[in-house]
């Protein structure tokens, strides 16, 4: 198996690192198998769409989520480092309200993933970053919705000594009680 698989403190949420192949000329890696991820996960997902972004230190993006259309997220990075948070936005949940934090770089390979119900965002810790992920539906600009990034009571510990940037719907994003939410 060329995948491992370690479960965070949200169980749903789980880092997946794959078996990483190096030597004096480089490296290689499976960065997407989908019988092993299928295997290790226990998951059977289908992805539907690959997102690149990338970005200079202190850009924070997130926390983003769709109701309708919701998707779940395998991200990594292949440039840099972020750190990367999921928020439960599951009402049903037992960990409704709660987030993981994980660093994701280039250097770790470290995957993260985000089923559907999280928020998601990160921020860039590196000089830049280059994030890429698999979404298991489409994005729609019309049900995206934002939550705030630093709202108290979700009290996210962003490892981070500045003031973020942030795009303007990131900053308006809505805090905890007054976000729409899943069932």
């Known amino acids: 198996m060329a995948l491992t698989v ?12 794959p078996h990483v192949f190096g030597d004096a000329r480089g490296f290689f890696l499976e960065s997407f198998n989908a019988r092993d991820f299928a295997q290790s996960t226990g998951l059977d997902v289908h992805f539907v769409q690959d997102n690149h ?5 202190g850009v924070l993006r997130g926390l983003h989520y769709q109701i309708e259309h919701a998707q779940g997220k395998l991200v990594r990075v292949v440039q840099g480092e972020v ?8 009402r049903s949940s037992s960990t409704f ?9 280039a250097e770790n390979h470290r995957q993260l993933w985000v089923p559907p119900g999280f928020a998601h965002g990160f921020v860039v810790l590196s ?3 280059e994030f890429v992920y698999k979404t298991t539906d489409y994005w729609y600009p019309a049900h995206e919705c934002s939550l705030l990034w630093n709202d108290p009571a979700l009290g996210i510990d962003w490892p981070i000594d500045f003031e973020p940037q942030l795009a303007a719907k990131d900053a308006a994003g809505l805090p905890l009680a007054q976000a729409v939410c899943f069932a």
């Open 53 to 57: 972004s990338k970005s200079a230190r």
């Open 83 to 90: 750190f990367d948070v999921a928020v439960d936005l599951r």
């Open 97 to 105: 309200g709660q987030w993981e934090g994980v660093r994701l770089s």
């Open 127 to 129: 000089k830049s970053a």
């Open 6 to 17: 370690t479960p965070t403190q949200i169980p749903d949420v789980l880092i997946l690192e």
